[in-house]
């Protein structure tokens, strides 16, 4: 069974750099199949893509965030991460890890496993 | 980038009942690049549909998406009790990824 879950401050400065982890359990991130995203949500609102790394290690972001994030690969930990620099209160949000198969199309077929999810809160 | 707006905001049903929901994109969904998620509170949110139309592994037949281009629905035949929960259409086929903002079926 496939589980991701997420990892890092649950508070952070503004100003300050975020930095998560997700923790991939069952499905290895180098496998071709998927592709590894992470999308936030701020609390009572809705869903918001930051961005994606391949399995190459090359990246995809959001132009609205793509300036202050960083997405990367931790192969030999099966892992990978997202930093955000010069973060504000606008960043406070629940932060989820996520995978998307890839078994019938190679755009994608959905995000199929999220993680449970971090609450990340941007306060001094 | 493709902004995809839902309606309603907000759907008061009883159970056994018909849900329709509604996803309209500002411009064409790839290659109908579209996924349909249940979320509820305090929880993940899960994939139920993609390309438009496809159920994901374990989803009942009671739900259904179809549509193409600029206008997409979501169906859920007959509500259960469980099926109250909030509802977000997705685009991924054309970066940057986008979602809709979401339709809550409540308890009427």
């Known amino acids: 069974q496939v589980q991701l879950q997420e990892s890092g401050p649950g508070l952070v400065k503004p100003s300050q750099t975020l930095s998560l982890t997700c923790t991939v359990s069952?499905?290895?991130?180098?496998?071709?199949?998927?592709?590894w995203d992470w999308i936030r949500q701020p609390a009572g609102k809705g869903l918001e893509w930051i961005g994606r790394?391949?399995?190459?290690?090359?990246?995809n972001y959001n132009p609205s965030l793509k300036s202050r994030v960083t997405i990367s690969l931790d192969t030999s930990n099966n892992q990978f991460s997202l930093k955000m620099s010069s973060v504000t209160a606008a960043d406070t949000a629940v932060y989820y890890c996520a995978r998307v198969g890839r078994y019938f199309d190679p755009i994608g077929d959905g995000v199929d496993v999220w993680g449970q999810g971090i609450t990340v809160t941007v306060s001094s | 980038e493709i902004v995809l707006t839902q309606s309603p905001g907000t759907l008061s049903l009883s159970p056994g009942e018909r849900a329709t929901l509604s996803c309209r994109a500002s411009?064409?969904?790839?290659?109908?690049?579209l996924a349909w998620y249940q979320q509820k509170p305090g929880q993940a949110p899960r994939l139920l549909i993609y390309?438009?139309?496809s159920r994901a592994t374990g989803i009942p037949d009671r739900f259904s998406g179809s549509g193409s281009g600029t206008d997409f629905t979501f169906t859920v035949s007959r509500l259960e009790p469980e099926d109250f929960a909030v509802y977000y259409c997705?685009?991924?086929?054309?970066?940057?990824?986008?979602f809709g903002g979401g339709t809550k079926v409540e308890i009427k």
């Open positions: 411009q064409s969904v790839s290659s109908n690049y």
């Open positions: 997705h685009q991924y086929g054309t970066s940057p990824l986008t």
């Open positions: 790394i391949y399995t190459s290690g090359s990246t």
């Open positions: 390309g438009a139309s």
């Open positions: 069952g499905a290895s991130i180098t496998s071709g199949r998927y592709y």
